[in-house]
């Protein structure tokens, strides 16, 4: 449409000449203008009416409401007062000290008003997710006019002078409840009180990598990214490799080109810009569409493209004209950081684009009044636009505050019976114990699991080593996700294993999809490059527990194996058990971390992960197929159940048990049980109680950690106080036991801890156990150190010797 067209257009249809002019800062490009009259075109071809508001009534509508939006997103940062009429605000009606993402927050304004009004254009309500999480103001602000807000927020905030004024007070405010407690429902980045929001999106990157995993089929999601981030993760661009139409739902991933980072320019920028982002794109698979990122109405028209050209790709793929990966639609919205007010473009815009304080400096306050002017919308005006977003009902869509993303409850329809191993009748006679991986039954449960409810989608995070990993039938079953099947290679273009040597892009695949069932799983000493994308996960699923609205997604595993003490011929730095440790200092009740001792208990476990919602379980499994049977069914349920479990058939004389012992982790209990047969022989009264879930018996935090502890009489079975001598030998550091086990713990000289010490190299398991000092023999030095008894009463001369480094160990200890 060329311009004599547009001119054609805008005189023959006066509503959309009315649209066409603008409003304040918001103009419409040429480029715009003609985009979005062949989308009215298109719309009209197929009677697309949406909420039954007329397009370019919307539209007009569209303009002011982020005028509007960005007007509010102005006084949030600076202001403590609101005045809807307008006026120019005095020196005290300005925060003492203000703060913000401004400039962010002003360029997701037009981005989230669009979202909002092509949901209204089309009759549809697509889920959203922002990256770029400490953008917030802009979706909290778009959301309060439109009446889209939580519960919280509708109780606290309204359309007048004294809501407004609540609300940018409540930005940033600091203060607490009574109860101890953040007052202000408001974040620095998007939290459970933000409507429809999934993620906090405080760590840049990992949106770009779970956003294709998400939707289910039938399902839109439209991404807002940042050029910031861009550079902050690798992964984004396998996008394209991971969707197909048969079981993903639609993806919009739209990246706000700004230019600019906290302190300069973005690397992008500085490579070439949006011109070189292009091409980056086009080469890994992309469909870019380059658009005005200022304009409301550019980033409608461009969600609604994007989602034309997919489903184009698909029905060609159905049709066998193509093949996959199909070109991905993603679109790039350029505009300068904070356009639309004062500073524009430079890099103050990031937060406070004044440069100075208005509350204090004159001219910093008549910057903001002649730049805040220009965005202002007269009272009467803007309740009028607010109703054309109202009009849900008459396409019958949810809220976008209700979106299907923001709702999941996700449920097994069938438990699958779980196979147990037979348990040796005898098992104190170590020499005919039976033994196997309990990563075998990781492999059989999940799969049981999987085939028991195919109405969920599965996905398995693998960074590689699967087989190895011994997670083999679900790989057979399963299959790698590929776009080119190899032969004789369990892969398929429907695979549901994803699998990219980055642990970050794997993981985010299981936590992206959220409506199905998941599982991820990698070497232990890597989980910590994990950490971030997973934390994020607990994070959000607290705060929801904490609001009173628990998250409606299955559980997720976490299986870090091929771990610590099993990798004791690859060096250092594949001995580390820092992840588990990590986990163990988030939430109890979210982050549960379970050391593996078996194959019953595996699938116990993770019977059990699948039975619980909204939980990230790390699991902690050996995978050699040397691993002893040692628990039968019904002690694996009570594990558990129960956190920990006293090994009765382990124990001696336990009523008049000295000393305490607890491994926690399948070598450790193997070390103890040589230690308590030493002290049976001995006649060394004695227990041993293998503890599953350390968490469970921390100080609780909170209430809902007091929930999730151990029950209390089964603590003071398990722990009698007249029992102050305890060792706890640990797969990890022994310092973060005894820390998190500090209600156990009853002092230096009565409760010891053995683990891993940072000692290591290539060596095999028993030089593993040896040099971080945990062996049988010193569990039995401890037990000597701690009751007051003579070494040589528990350990003969040359264990001695072995064990002070005076002669090997060799044909000694092992």
């Known amino acids: 449409m060329i311009k004599k067209g547009i001119e054609s257009y805008r005189k023959n249809n006066p509503a959309a000449d009315r649209w066409a002019k603008g409003y304040g800062p918001i103009q419409h490009s040429e480029e715009t203008l003609e985009r979005v009259f062949s989308m009215a075109d298109l719309l009209s071809s197929k009677s697309i009416h949406g909420d039954g508001v007329p397009l370019f009534d919307l539209l007009y509508a569209l303009d002011r409401i982020t005028s509007a939006a960005m007007w509010v997103v102005v006084h949030e940062t600076y202001a403590r007062n ?10 005290e009606d300005f925060k003492p000290s203000p703060e913000g993402h401004t400039g962010g927050a002003l360029n997701m304004v037009p981005a989230y008003a669009g979202y909002m009004a092509i949901n209204a254009i089309t009759g549809h309500t697509r889920s959203w997710i922002m990256g770029q999480g400490h953008c917030v103001a802009a979706i909290d602000t778009i959301n309060l006019l439109l009446n889209n807000m939580t ?20 930005f940033y405010s600091y203060k607490l409840r009574p109860d101890g407690k953040q007052d202000s429902p408001l974040g620095s980045h998007v939290n459970v009180h933000t409507a429809g929001g999934l993620a906090e999106g405080g760590y840049l990157g990992f949106t770009e990598i779970q956003y294709v995993h998400m939707p289910l089929q039938g399902e839109r999601l439209v991404v807002f990214l940042s050029d910031g981030a861009f550079e902050e993760q690798r992964g984004s661009d396998w996008a ?3 969707w197909r139409a048969e079981d993903s739902g639609m993806v919009m991933p739209i ?6 980072r906290i302190d300069q320019r973005t690397t992008m920028s500085q490579q070439g810009g949006a011109e070189w982002f292009v091409d980056h794109l086009r080469l890994n698979g992309f469909d870019p569409i380059v658009f005005d990122g200022r304009d409301p109405a550019a980033f409608a028209w461009a969600i609604f493209e994007m989602e034309r050209r997919l489903e184009a790709a698909s029905e060609a793929v159905r049709s066998g004209k193509k093949k996959y990966p199909v070109l991905l639609p993603y679109g790039i919205a350029v505009a300068p950081k904070g356009a639309g007010f004062y500073g524009e473009g430079t890099n103050l815009a990031h937060n406070l684009p004044l440069m100075s304080n208005p509350h204090t400096d004159p001219a910093a306050a008549r910057h903001f009044n002649e730049s805040a002017s220009l965005l202002w919308v007269p009272f009467t005006e803007l309740k009028g636009v607010i109703e054309k977003f109202q009009l849900h009902q008459n396409s019958g869509r949810p809220k976008e505050r209700d979106n299907p993303l923001a709702k999941r409850d996700v449920r097994l329809k069938e438990i699958p019976h779980i196979e147990f191993r037979t348990v040796t009748e005898d098992r104190y006679a170590p020499s005919i114990w039976k033994r196997t991986s309990p990563m075998f039954a990781v492999d059989a449960m999940f799969l049981a699991m999987v085939k028991a409810n195919p109405h969920l989608r599965p996905r398995i995070g693998n960074p590689d080593e699967m087989r190895s990993n011994r997670l083999i039938q679900t790989l057979e079953n399963l299959k790698f996700r590929v776009t080119d099947p190899e032969p004789g290679i369990p892969e398929d273009i429907h695979g549901a294993v994803i699998t990219a040597l980055n642990e970050e892009a794997v993981a985010s695949a299981a936590l992206g999809n959220k409506g199905g069932i998941n599982l991820f799983h990698t070497y232990e000493a890597f989980g910590t490059k994990m950490h971030g994308v997973v934390r994020q996960e607990i994070i959000f699923a607290d705060e929801l527990n904490e609001a009173g609205r628990p998250p409606g997604w299955l559980s997720i595993p976490l299986i870090l194996t091929s771990h610590t003490w099993e990798n004791a011929k690859n060096e250092r730095s594949h001995q580390d058990p820092s992840m588990a440790e990590a986990m163990l200092g988030e939430p109890s009740d979210v982050s549960r971390v379970l050391f593996i001792p078996d194959y019953n208990t595996a699938a116990v476990v993770i019977q059990g992960v699948y039975q619980t919602r909204g939980q990230i379980w790390t699991l902690v499994v050996p995978k050699i197929d040397m691993i002893p049977d040692l628990f039968i069914p019904e002690e694996a349920v009570l594990l558990l159940r129960h956190g920990a479990i006293r090994m009765e058939w382990a124990c001696h004389n336990v009523k008049d048990q000295r000393v305490i012992l607890t491994p926690i982790g399948a070598y450790q209990l193997e070390e103890t049980l040589k230690a308590s047969r030493r002290l049976k022989e001995r006649d060394v009264p004695h227990s041993v109680i293998y503890m599953l879930e350390p968490g469970r018996f921390r100080n609780p935090r909170n209430g809902r950690e007091r929930a999730h502890a ?4 089964v603590q003071k079975e398990l722990y009698s106080d007249n029992i102050p001598a305890r060792i706890f030998i640990t797969h990890t550091r022994p310092e973060i036991i ?45 037990v000597a150190r701690i009751l007051g008894m003579q070494r040589k009463d ?10 002070d480094g005076k002669r090997s160990p060799e044909g000694v200890i092992f």
Request: hydrophobic letters at 35%; one cysteine or more; aromatic letters at 8%.
């Open 255 to 260: 990246m706000i080109k700004n230019g600019r």
């Open 710 to 713: 151990a029950p209390l009489e």
């Open 151 to 170: 519960k919280t927020h509708e109780e606290r905030y309204a359309l007048t002078d004294e809501g407004l004024t609540r609300y940018v007070r409540d």
């Open 794 to 803: 528990l350990l003969s001369p040359e264990e001695i010797l072995a064990i």
């Open 240 to 242: 394209p490799r991971w």
């Open 82 to 91: 609101v005045y809807l009429d307008g006026r120019n605000l005095r020196p």
């Open 738 to 782: 005894l820390g998190i086990l500090q209600p156990l713990n009853t002092g230096k000289d009565t409760t010891a801890g053995l683990g891993y010490i940072n000692s290591g190299g290539t060596l095999n398991v028993s030089g593993m156990l040896f040099v971080n000092r945990c062996t049988w023999a010193h569990v039995l030095d401890e």
